[in-house]
C-alpha cells in the first residue's frame, strides 16, 4: 500500500505535535522513521493507522481516503504490546479468527509464524505472562498472520535482547520480501533504521 501524506498537522491545544508538509511512503518497501523522543513518531503512525482522526491535512492509501477496506488491510504494533489475557496461539490467531478463516486453516498459518519467530515453545503459555522480548514476538506474530499490506511498527525492539531484536528484523525483512508489504518502522536506532529501511526518514521538532 502507498501513502501520501500532505499538510499534516496534530495540534494538542494550542502546541503542535507534528506537522509533515508532504511525506510519500512507498509501496513494497521499508520505511524506517527516526527523530528525537516527542518529536510525533507515535503521533504520526497511529494517525496513518486511523486511530487518531484528530489532525488536518491529507492521506491517501494507494490514492484513496482511509476506509473500511484499508483499516481491514493494515496492523500496528504499539512499542508496549497489548497481549489477551490468553495463550500465544489464541492470541496469534484471533486476526484469522474475525476475519472468518476455519480452524483448520488457522492453525498451520500460526505455527508457520511462530517458528520463524521461535516461539513455538510457548504456544500454550498465556500472553500476559511473558517477557518483553516475548510479548513483542508474540504481537509482531498476530501482526503478520493475516498478511496486511501496511504494518506499522512502533519501536518494537526497544528493551529487549539483542538475540530477540534479531529474530524480530529477520522476520521483518522476510516478511517485506514474501509479500510486498509496506513496512513502516519507527525506531530511535539509528542502525537499525539502516539495517532494515529502505529509506530513512528523520522527523524533528515542530
Ligand atoms: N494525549 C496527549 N496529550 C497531550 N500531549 C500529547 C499527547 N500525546 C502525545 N503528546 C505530545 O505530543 C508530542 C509527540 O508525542 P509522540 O508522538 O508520542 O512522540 P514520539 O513517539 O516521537 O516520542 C510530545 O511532545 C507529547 O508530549
Ligand atoms: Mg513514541
Redesign the pocket.
Known amino acids: 500500500m502507498e501513502i501520501t501524506i500532505e499538510n499534516l498537522e496534530r495540534y ?2 494550542d ?1 503542535r ?2 506537522y509533515i508538509e508532504k511525506m510519500e511512503i512507498e509501496k513494497g518497501k521499508i520505511t524506517a522513521i527516526t ?10 503512525l ?1 494517525i496513518i493507522a486511523g486511530l487518531d482522526r484528530e489532525f488536518s491535512g491529507v492521506i491517501k492509501y494507494d490514492g484513496k481516503y482511509l476506509n473500511r477496506e484499508t483499516v481491514d488491510k493494515m496492523t500496528i504494533v504499539f512499542q508496549k504490546p497489548y497481549l489477551f489475557r490468553r495463550t500465544v496461539f489464541e492470541n496469534i490467531e484471533y486476526p484469522l479468527r474475525i476475519r472468518g478463516i476455519n480452524k483448520v486453516n488457522r492453525k498451520p498459518l500460526v505455527v508457520d509464524l511462530a517458528k520463524g519467530l521461535e516461539i513455538e515453545n510457548l504456544m500454550g503459555k498465556k500472553a500476559h505472562l511473558l517477557s518483553g522480548g516475548e510479548s513483542q514476538k508474540v504481537a509482531l506474530a498476530r501482526a503478520l498472520v493475516f498478511k496486511p499490506e501496511l504494518l506499522l511498527l ?1 519501536e518494537p525492539t526497544s528493551n529487549i535482547d539483542p538475540d530477540a531484536i534479531n529474530t524480530l528484523e529477520r522476520e521483518i525483512l522476510k516478511f517485506n520480501k514474501e509479500t510486498e508489504c509496506t513496512v513502516l518502522i ?1 525506531t530511535h536506532n539509528m542502525e537499525q533504521a539502516k539495517r532494515l529501511g529502505n529509506r530513512i526518514i528523520e ?1 524533528s521538532y515542530n
Request: glycine share 22%; charged share 15%.
Open positions: 494538542y491545544g502546541r505535535v507534528l527523530g528525537p523522543n516527542g518529536c510525533g513518531k507515535t503521533t504520526l497511529n512502533d519507527v522527523l
